[in-house]
Structure formats: structure tokens, C-alpha cells
């Protein structure tokens, strides 16, 4: 069975630290991977999303980026946080074959 | 630019009434559409979806609408229970779009005994 892991459950940051946030997927090949954030009070923003290894398409410009160093492996990282990346970070996957994500537990960061 | 919106953002209902949630969406090209539920402190999952060709779509307690003219669909909860109580995200897709989901801002529900 498919399932998805992402670490860590929480993180407490000083601003202009850096952020590395990772997911990895189990029991699939080729998922399309994503990375979304809810800020509080807000509905989920679609951040990154990667369709294959290295192809990573970016929907809101932002000091953050992402990375897919293998097939089920998406990174999420930061060089220097500001205040405003505090949220809740959900990745996510599917494999194409029908339009429900699978998400992650999600990470809890709050940048001080 | 809001695609999905969910204008309520929170709902209270009593155990055993319906639940009725709503959202409305811009992009008419938007052809699938989904419901997640939320607790806290962890992901979203998957409750139930509706394609563009259809209007209604049932699953146990829920069933999912959808007035494409009308831009509007909505989500019922029948009967509520203490357990649904969650935040509740609308999506929709177009189906050429990488599954890119946009996202409503949520509505709350609380189930009261």
C-alpha cells in the first residue's frame, strides 16, 4: 500500500535560519509530488509541484523552493525564513490514475 | 486570485441534523471537484468527489451536488455526527492541469450533542 511520510511534526525557527522540510513516498513509482502551505485562518496554497526527478514548477514566487533529488523524495527548504513562512506544510502525491491527493501528517512551523 | 471560495467559515449543527456546506468557484474549466476533511494538526483526507458530467454523487452520509451553471456546489451531511466535527475543504481541478487542486479557505463544522 501507498503512504507518505514527511518530517518532522513540528519546527520552531529563528527568522533568517534555514528550513529544510522532507517527504517521501512509499509503494508507488512516478507519483506527482506537491507542496502546499495553510497560514492561519487560511485555506491550502499550493506551493511546488514536481510531475518527475528535477522538474519542479513553482506557483507563488516566495523565498522558498523545492527540490526532487529522487522519484518519491521532495524537499521543501528555505536559505533564510522569514516571519511570514510560519504555517502548516502539507505534502501530497497522486498517481495520476484518479484526482485524490494522499497528504502527509503536515509540519507545524513557526518562525520567531 | 481566489478560484475556490468558500464564503462561510464556520458551520454548527446540531447531532443527527443535515449538514450543508457550500462553495462556489470562478474557472469554468474546472471538470473535477472534491471534499477534504481536516482535523487538527494533520492532513487532509479524501471524502468524496464529483465529476463535471454528473450533478450529484452519494457516499454513505454524503452526498456531493454540483449546479454547473450556477458555478455551485455543495456537500450534505446527513445525519451530522460528533466525529464530523472538522474543517471541511472544497477543491476542483481541471483534469489537463498536473492534478493541480485548488482550494477553498475551509468551513468549520461543529456538531453539537
Known amino acids: 500500500s501507498q503512504t507518505i511520510h514527511q518530517w518532522p511534526a513540528t519546527l520552531v525557527q529563528p527568522v533568517g535560519s534555514p528550513l529544510s522540510l522532507e517527504c517521501t513516498v512509499e509503494g508507488t513509482s512516478n507519483p506527482n509530488l506537491y507542496w502546499y502551505r495553510q497560514a492561519a485562518g487560511r485555506g491550502l496554497q499550493l506551493l511546488f509541484y514536481s510531475v518527475g526527478i528535477g522538474q519542479i514548477s513553482s506557483e507563488v514566487p516566495q523565498n522558498l523552493s523545492a527540490s526532487r533529488p529522487q522519484d518519491r523524495q521532495f524537499i521543501l527548504s528555505s536559505k533564510k525564513l522569514l516571519l511570514s513562512d510560519s504555517g502548516f506544510y502539507l505534502c501530497?502525491?497522486?498517481?495520476?490514475?484518479?484526482?485524490?491527493?494522499?497528504f502527509g501528517s503536515g509540519t507545524r512551523l513557526t518562525v520567531v | 486570485d481566489q478560484q475556490v471560495k468558500q464564503n462561510s467559515p464556520s458551520l454548527s449543527v446540531q447531532e443527527g441534523r443535515i449538514s450543508i456546506l457550500n462553495c462556489d468557484y470562478t474557472?469554468?474549466?474546472?471538470?473535477?471537484f472534491l471534499w477534504y476533511k481536516k482535523y487538527p494538526a494533520e492532513g487532509p483526507t479524501f471524502l468524496i468527489s464529483i465529476s463535471s458530467i454528473k450533478d450529484k454523487n452519494e457516499d454513505g452520509r454524503f452526498t456531493v451536488f454540483l449546479n454547473k451553471s450556477a458555478k455551485h456546489l455543495s456537500l450534505h451531511i446527513v445525519p451530522s455526527q460528533p466525529g464530523d466535527s472538522a474543517v471541511y475543504f472544497c477543491?476542483?481541478?481541471?483534469?489537463?492541469?498536473?492534478?493541480?487542486?485548488?482550494f477553498g479557505a475551509g468551513t468549520q463544522v461543529v456538531v453539537t450533542p
Open positions: 501530497a502525491w497522486h498517481s495520476g490514475g484518479g484526482y485524490g491527493y494522499t
Open positions: 477543491a476542483a481541478l481541471t483534469t489537463d492541469s498536473w492534478g493541480k487542486l485548488q
Open positions: 474557472n469554468s474549466m474546472f471538470d473535477y
